[in-house]
């Protein structure tokens, strides 16, 4: 029996199928370092995890075979708490600010970028802010500068509203999305199925970003944008 035990698993409080809990045979196995193990009798399976220390979990009981993973059950379960104790102790309407450049003539890949980072900060229930900076006698051009935004918020229509239209502040104009949860719950599923599809045929899966990777590279990127708006002060 694995570390976390046949005494720990409870099918009655718990949907998530747990070592002998799992009576389907074959099985899709998954390691403990998200290596393909691939199509095994579940009894075999449930043994390599024995071995290992570890605990057979059923991720995906929708799947043809059903996908296992190999993993520490009670660690995983701990963790999971932790983060949805976190999630409550973090207020939703937390600002998160993008800033689209320096300057109204933003690359368009650049935006699809940042529009990216806000995507993944809205499915974490993180509000955003888009702020885009008028350079020089750009101020005169206002319409370049709403027609990024514009276009940041339409990108984003699947999963959130606009919860503060254009605000000016001097030389720059933002507006703030917040999450509509029922798209994002909507979202999430649908992204569910289509990884539990690709883990069935044995397609590799990539990790998902951390909260904490994505506010690293948001704040490095915001770090640049400052460097560079300081080297133009002055600009015309």
């Not at 002998?20 to 075999?44: A, K, L, S």
């Not at 991720?59 to 983060?83: F, H, N, Q, T």
Request: with cysteine; glycine share 8%; charged share 40%.
């Amino acid at each position: 029996m694995g570390r976390f035990g046949r005494d720990g698993d409870r099918p009655r409080e718990q949907r998530t199928r747990v070592n002998h809990f799992i009576r389907i045979t074959p099985i899709r196995v998954i390691g403990p370092d998200n290596e393909q193990i691939g199509v095994i009798e579940t009894p075999d399976a449930i043994r390599m995890a024995q071995e290992r220390g570890l605990d057979l979990v059923e991720i995906s009981p929708e799947a043809r075979p059903p996908v296992c993973k190999i993993m520490d059950y009670g660690k995983y379960k701990y963790e999971l708490g932790k983060s949805k104790k976190s999630n409550k102790g973090n207020k939703a309407a937390e600002m998160k600010e993008l800033r689209l450049g320096r300057s109204v003539k933003i690359d368009p890949h650049d935006i699809r970028v940042r529009t990216d980072q806000a995507r993944k900060f809205l499915m974490f229930g993180h509000k955003v802010m888009f702020t885009q900076r008028f350079k020089g006698r750009e101020i005169a051009h206002k319409d370049l500068g709403l027609k990024n935004l514009a276009s940041v918020r339409d990108q984003l229509a699947d999963i959130s509203k606009v919860e503060q239209t254009p605000r000016w502040m001097g030389k720059s104009a933002s507006i703030i999305l917040a999450p509509d949860k029922v798209k994002v719950e909507a979202l999430k599923r649908k992204l569910e199925k289509e990884k539990a599809e690709k883990l069935a045929k044995g397609e590799k899966v990539e990790e998902e970003k951390s909260l904490e990777q994505l506010e690293a590279e948001l704040e490095a990127q915001n770090e640049g944008d400052e460097a560079d708006a300081g080297g133009d002060e002055g600009e015309e």
